[in-house]
């Protein structure tokens, strides 16, 4: 079945620093999502792709569509400690009706 | 304001005992679903739901069952056949557009802990 690979697992930075992490996939995908979710709460959407290519800022945050549909990445710029949480890719494909694949997920710890 | 709620915050369940998680959404959603997500892992799909009186099985089923009798909600019981129930569980929704545009949003999440 479809999996997709989301690194890294953890990160430890300091704040101010940038982050970046990847997902990747053998699979073509419709759609690539960006959720962050804070302890004890439910996914948040960040950032929504549509095409490939696509690259898209919200904030400190940028991600982009890669080319092949294969893959994605998410960047943070200028950490901050309310940054601490864990970040999901997603990709959606269209199957009839949707099926969207959530990766393992990165969790970020911010040293103030 | 229009979202996702889910009840209660915090569940605690006795060996043997079937008990249901409650999931309403006001933002006019056609799909909803459930999660189970555990410490590490990602989210996995317990089943999922298009529209009302029709609900389809996710990855991990087993254990669970479902209903869909209005739009709006989407309960999850989670039974004794569940052998290991302890997780977080997250309901989310989304609409249908007919075109690649279906972004899932999410509930506050519901945990389950077995006594």
């Known amino acids: 079945g479809q999996q997709l690979n989301q690194s890294p697992q953890s990160m430890f930075i300091q704040e101010g620093e940038d982050v970046s992490m990847n997902c990747t996939s053998s699979?073509?995908?419709?759609?690539w999502l960006w959720y962050k979710q804070d302890p004890g709460e439910g996914p948040v959407l960040l950032i929504a792709?549509?095409?490939?290519?696509e690259l898209t800022s919200n904030g400190r945050l940028t991600a982009q569509f890669g080319i092949t549909r294969k893959d994605s990445f998410l960047n943070i710029s200028a950490s901050i400690p309310s940054d601490v949480g864990i970040y999901f890719c997603?990709?959606?494909?269209?199957?009839?009706?949707?099926?969207?694949?959530f990766g393992a997920g990165t969790r970020l710890f911010v040293k103030a | 304001d229009g979202g996702i709620t889910q009840s209660p915050k915090y569940l605690f369940r006795k060996e043997g005992q079937n008990v249901t998680l409650s999931c309403e959404q006001n933002?006019?959603?056609?799909?909803m679903y459930w999660y189970r997500q555990d410490p590490g892992q990602g989210l996995r799909l317990i089943y999922y739901?298009?529209?009302?009186?029709?609900?389809q099985k996710g990855d991990i089923a087993e254990g669970y069952s479902v209903s869909r009798e209005k739009k709006e909600s989407f309960p999850l019981t989670v039974t004794s056949a569940q052998k290991n129930p302890t997780a977080f569980y997250l309901c989310?929704?989304?609409?249908?557009?007919?075109?690649?545009?279906?972004?899932?949003?999410f509930g506050p999440g519901t945990r389950l802990l077995v006594l």
């Open positions: 792709l549509y095409k490939a290519g």
């Open positions: 699979s073509i995908f419709n759609t």
């Open positions: 989310a929704s989304s609409i249908v557009t007919g075109t690649s545009e279906e972004t899932q949003y």
């Open positions: 933002l006019n959603h056609d799909a």
């Open positions: 997603a990709g959606q494909l269209r199957t009839g009706g949707f099926k969207t694949i």
């Open positions: 739901s298009q529209i009302v009186n029709d609900f």
